[in-house]
């Protein structure tokens, strides 16, 4: 009788290393998926380490451009930050993630898939969420929220235990006291040393970011252009640079970032679970982009048109972080992204300094601004007298409602 297969994320690391060990010990046949979306990891190594652990195959795919183009750059279409300030960078990687996951299961006929996100944190849900809307017949193994799994490994001198009875290779060096996850958009620092919100992040847990203090001391002038919304040039006007693969655009958008010391971010938000977390995120290039995106926006986007877009990014950016990528809702909130963003097309010229953004020109031919009727040197555009009847219909409701507070009793 054959066994039974499971698909398992993994990363090479210590928990996915015995949860992949503890699988083939209840009798599976374990294949292992690792997604390489940008983060800083020896590949072939961990491939290699999966087949030693016991994997009757190991998959690494390299999902970088996929998840630029039809992940990021549609977030940032949309104007996506969570709670005012976070640019989604952990989340937004989770649905590229699971979407091979998924696939590859169903292409080695795997009934199973497995994971190793905690029974804390927001990624068990983006995970297992997005499983559930693109197989509902999948089967998910999370040990962190196995019972047997929870009473055999009660704490990391366990699990090393059972690596070393295993034969499970694990680096020897004395480990960072917090928790990162990194890709193409940002990188994340939580936990350990970072969990007191009043403790200051020390300056040595950021490496994807110069310190604005130590940036350069000069200013380093780009400009980026949009089409409908996404980024589709990228010209360092320093230095005669230009780039336009939407996967090298960023990547290099990422390094100016970096190099200037921008997009550093200490926030205390709201987990999906309903924990508060302190997270400390370093997005160079993101921040840049959010930057540019909104104030071409600003020139190209009706004013009723941009408060929608502006609702609509919230409450994409709520279902990104919680999960629900794969809904029937974001379909629809996407769509009308599309059709607010259509004449979201232009250049806009943006100096980078010592941890500061500043959008200084913008040029767009689909944008509704009239140099005439907004000067204040040309008369024109419109009879000025009409404001007076436009603003007193606009005060029939303050009036009014002075009358009703000073109104004798």
Request: aromatic content about 10%.
């Amino acid at each position: 009788m054959s066994k039974p297969r499971v698909v398992l994320a993994y990363s090479g690391g210590l928990d996915t290393s015995v949860i992949l060990r503890w699988l083939i010990n209840k009798g599976f046949d374990v294949i292992t998926y690792t997604a390489d979306v940008g983060q800083d990891d020896d590949f072939k190594a961990i491939e290699q380490k999966a087949l030693k652990c016991g994997a009757i195959k190991a998959y690494v795919l390299d999902l970088k451009r996929e998840f630029v183009t039809d992940y990021i750059y549609p977030s940032f279409k949309a104007a996506a930050i969570y709670e005012d300030r976070y640019l989604l960078g952990t989340s937004i990687a989770r649905p590229v993630i699971i979407k091979h996951h998924v696939r590859i299961a169903a292409e080695e006929g795997a009934e199973y898939i497995a994971h190793g996100a905690t029974g804390k944190g927001n990624d068990q849900v983006r995970f297992e969420l997005g499983a559930y809307a693109l197989n509902p017949a999948i089967k998910i193994i999370s040990p962190w929220k196995d019972p047997e799994f929870l009473n055999e490994f009660q704490g990391r001198p366990d699990m090393l235990a059972y690596a070393e009875k295993y034969g499970i290779e694990i680096k020897k060096h004395a480990g960072k006291a917090y928790s990162e996850d990194d890709n193409l958009l940002h990188i994340s620092h939580e936990s350990g040393i970072l969990e007191d919100p009043n403790t200051e992040c020390p300056q040595s847990v950021y490496s994807k970011s110069v310190s604005p203090q130590e940036a350069p001391d000069k200013t380093t002038k780009i400009a980026l252009s949009f089409e409908k919304g996404i980024p589709v040039k990228l010209e360092n006007l320093s230095d005669g640079t230009v780039v336009t693969d939407p996967l090298d655009l960023f990547v290099y958008l990422d390094k100016l970032g970096s190099e200037n010391g921008i997009g550093r971010l200490d926030m205390v938000e709201n987990r999906f679970v309903g924990i508060k977390s302190r997270g400390v995120y370093e997005t160079p290039g993101g921040t840049i982009l959010h930057a540019a995106h909104i104030d071409l926006m600003g020139l190209c986007v009706d004013r009723e048109v941009y408060r929608l877009n502006q609702q609509f990014g919230i409450k994409i950016a709520d279902l990104i972080y919680n999960g629900f990528w794969f809904s029937p809702e974001m379909e629809v909130l996407m769509k009308s992204v599309d059709v607010c963003q259509q004449n979201v097309n232009g250049r806009v010229v943006v100096e980078l300094y010592k941890g500061n953004v500043y959008p200084v020109a913008r040029y767009s031919e689909t944008t509704p601004y009239d140099a005439n009727i907004a000067s204040m040197d040309v008369h024109g555009g419109f009879n000025q007298m009409d404001s007076w009847g436009f603003i007193k219909i606009n005060s029939v409701r303050l009036t009014g409602d002075y009358r009703m507070k000073h109104r004798k009793k």
